[in-house]
């Protein structure tokens, strides 16, 4: 099993940058994937972007080319770089992790970090 813990929301103006970044430990050899994923209230949580175990990755159509996912390994970090941040980007972002054993299923998730962009 793998834990995580996100850092870095907060609070930003349109147009600003965050970077978020999660911390994992534990079996991080069982990892298929990891992901941010991001929540409003009264929705679903939705997928922003994926980085696999190959070091492809996959993005919402709505933050390409703004938003990058990348890792250090050595660190054993997880990062999102989020540029040119809108009001609708403002939710709750999670880590998620994505088993090898069972890929797509629930997985590992953070407790989520709040970023809020103001107009």
């Known amino acids: 099993q793998v834990q995580v813990v996100e850092s870095g929301g907060g609070l930003v103006q349109f147009g600003g940058s965050l970077s978020l970044s999660c911390l994992a430990s534990g079996a991080l050899f069982t990892i298929n994937a990891m992901d941010w994923y991001r929540q409003t209230p009264g929705s679903q949580r939705e997928l922003v972007a994926r980085?696999?175990?190959?070091?492809?990755?996959n993005y919402k159509d709505s933050v390409k080319g703004r938003f990058t996912i990348s890792r250090d390994n050595a660190k054993k970090m997880l990062y999102l770089q989020m540029n040119s941040l809108k009001p609708e980007d403002t939710a709750v972002y999670f880590c998620h992790v994505d088993y090898l054993r069972d890929p797509g299923g629930e997985g590992t998730w953070g407790r989520g970090t709040q970023v809020t962009v103001s107009s």
């Open positions: 980085i696999n175990h190959d070091g492809t990755t």
